[in-house]
């Protein structure tokens, strides 16, 4: 009966073991796997954290990006107002400082005209009047175009200047008229300023 007793007590203290030892595996997996689970949730949310800077740092990028090429588009704006702005300038000192050149040479075949008929020679006293006249009239027309910057082009015994003189013709050269030396002058020239209005057509020594 004892040993009946012992057995009966030793099979329940197996028992008791085996359910203690199976609650200890039980807990120890499931605090296993909690501990897994917040490794998981741990690693994930730091995986969504790195990927949010990622986008953050690409759409900071980007926008320096067209920051840059904002500023880029405004720089280069303003200097075109620059450029367009000092080209007015140019243009208007230029129309300011040539005005009237078209009038003025429209006039010089005038100024020819005069010159031809004070060239002819006056016979009888009523010519003598007239050319009288002819000359006021050429003189006023010279103080006139002097007055807005219309000057002769210096020819006769000049060394030709391909700038103001148009060689119409060539003769020898000799000792009173060196090579390259305006020999004869058929047609004046004239300058607006420093530009050249009609170029004074010449015949040249060679």
Not at 37 to 50: F, I, L
């Amino acid at each position: 009966m004892k040993a009946l007793a012992k057995d009966s007590k030793s099979a329940e203290a197996d028992k008791q073991q085996q359910a203690t030892s199976s609650a200890d595996s039980t807990a120890s997996q499931a605090s296993q796997a909690t501990t897994e689970t917040a490794s998981e949730t741990a690693s994930g949310a730091a995986d969504k954290q790195t990927s949010a800077k990622d986008d953050q740092a690409t759409q900071l990028q980007s926008l320096k990006d067209q920051l840059d090429q904002k500023d880029d588009q405004l720089l280069r704006a303003q200097a075109e107002i620059v450029n367009m702005q000092n080209r007015n300038k140019k243009e208007q000192a230029a129309l300011l400082k040539y005005d009237g050149q078209a009038l003025a040479k429209d006039v010089l075949p005038v100024l020819d005209n005069l010159e031809r008929a004070l060239a002819t020679d006056a016979d009888d006293q009523a010519a003598q009047q007239l050319k009288k006249g002819v000359e006021m009239v050429y003189g006023h027309l010279q103080d006139a175009l002097k007055k807005h910057g219309v000057t002769e082009v210096p020819a006769d015994g000049e060394k030709f200047d391909p700038n103001v003189h148009q060689a119409v013709q060539t003769v020898p050269a000799d000792k009173d008229h060196p090579a390259d030396t305006v020999v004869q002058v058929l047609q004046k020239g004239y300058l607006l300023k420093d530009r050249t209005l009609r170029a004074a057509m010449v015949v040249v020594a060679q």
